[in-house]
């Protein structure tokens, strides 16, 4: 099995390129000049490898952190908790990044809302990498394998069980 922080950083690595790239080739399509079919192209490309790395991390900590960490009701719980985070994460990020876009962008400079989005979402990936490096260290069980009675793949275990209460779980 990789290293889950190495799978964790290239994850990481994946998404920070893909942004860093979307940002330049962004900013050179928004030359008069530009060819909008080409930059459109290459765009579409860094947001695959931003997506990539992003399903990389989605696959990684619920499926082997999680279980290595947890067992049990207690692996349910976390589980469950992951899940809201993502679901409002999922709402809550292109409401706040567009009226971000819309409040920091100006006639003069109409593309400076999305570097600064780029910005964050840089920011954000050198936090979340550094606080889980934290959790790697801190935790012996994420050099090894799951814990007993935790799935070999995680997958199996990322649903609440059937008599968990989904109003509870919030």
């Known amino acids: 099995e990789a290293d889950r922080l190495n799978v964790v950083r290239t994850g990481i690595v994946l998404q920070v390129t893909g942004v860093i790239a979307a940002a330049l080739l962004f900013q050179r399509a928004a030359l008069p000049e530009a060819e909008l079919t080409a930059s459109l192209g290459a765009i579409i490309a860094a947001g695959v490898v931003a997506q990539v790395g992003g399903t990389m991390m989605h696959v990684v900590l619920p499926g082997r952190w999680v279980p290595a960490l ?16 993502d679901l409002v994460s999922e709402v809550v990020a292109p409401v706040a990044a567009g009226s971000l876009m819309a409040f920091a962008s100006s006639p003069a400079e109409p593309y400076r809302g999305f570097h600064v989005v780029a910005l964050l979402n840089l920011a954000s990936f050198a936090l979340e990498y550094a606080l889980l490096r934290s959790v790697y260290r801190a935790a012996p069980e994420l050099a090894g394998a799951p814990r007993a009675g935790a799935p070999a793949s995680g997958f199996t275990d990322l649903d609440p069980a059937p008599d968990v209460d989904a109003a509870a779980a919030l």
């Open 70 to 85: 947890f067992s049990g009701e207690a692996l349910v719980r976390v589980n469950a908790r992951l899940k809201q985070c």
